[in-house]
């Protein structure tokens, strides 16, 4: 079904110089024109592509789930050629919100956000407007945002964030190569049980 679709699912935990060279080899092949995911998974594919001096052109990138710092944008323009849009996203609380050229993150409809407190800056408060069967209400993300009423410059009339401060990924190097991105460290240490 995602061949169909045109969508090609990469993991993103291990992101060993052995596994980017096989994603560059892949991507080469199927030649997507957008890239989607973590963003500490795509900054080390960049890194690898940039260190290669290899030559990958696509339509855009889209970082989602962990901040996304300037010098990551930065590298993933030079490695892939094309624009940035980066984007928020925690599906345990169905929130999502996109990058514009302004520069505010919009957030979509199917949930409302809010700053604990009532303030605009702070800890999130997310409730899911289409979870019917377990609902959470104020549910706490562990991010922080800041939050405007204001009407962006680029025009949409959605709620928006200024800036997303939280969950920053670690990624970690391990003495035999091999780098282990936070979502593999959470993904690993779930099933421990």
């Known amino acids: 079904l995602h061949q169909a679709l045109r969508f090609y699912a ?22 997507p024109k ?8 795509i900054f080390l594919l960049a890194k690898y592509i940039l260190a290669q ?9 889209m970082p989602t789930s962990e ?12 490695a892939f050629h094309c ?6 996203g925690a599906r345990d609380g169905n929130i999502t919100a996109h990058q514009c050229r302004a520069g ?5 409809e199917s949930s409302i956000a809010q700053i604990e407190g009532g303030g605009k800056e702070g800890v999130l408060l997310v409730t899911d ?9 104020n549910y706490e993300l562990g991010d922080c945002a800041t939050l405007s009423e204001e009407i962006c410059s680029c025009g ?5 964030f200024r800036e997303i401060i939280g969950r920053k990924e670690a990624v970690i190097e391990l003495a035999n190569g091999r780098r282990i991105t936070g979502i593999g460290w959470a993904v690993l240490l779930g099933h421990r049980n």
């Open 34 to 41: 957008f890239i989607y995911g973590y963003a500490s998974s």
């Open 83 to 88: 624009e940035v849009v980066d984007s928020y």
């Open 53 to 61: 001096k290899h030559s990958i052109h696509l339509k855009g990138v």
């Open 10 to 31: 990469f993991p993103g935990m291990n992101m060993s110089d052995e596994v980017c060279a096989a994603y560059v080899q892949e991507i080469r092949k199927i030649r």
């Open 129 to 137: 407007l289409f979870n019917y069967a377990t609902p959470f209400i």
């Open 104 to 108: 505010n993150y919009h957030i979509g």
């Open 156 to 160: 949409r009339q959605q709620f928006l």
């Open 67 to 78: 901040i996304c710092p300037d010098y990551y944008k930065e590298a993933f323009r030079t």
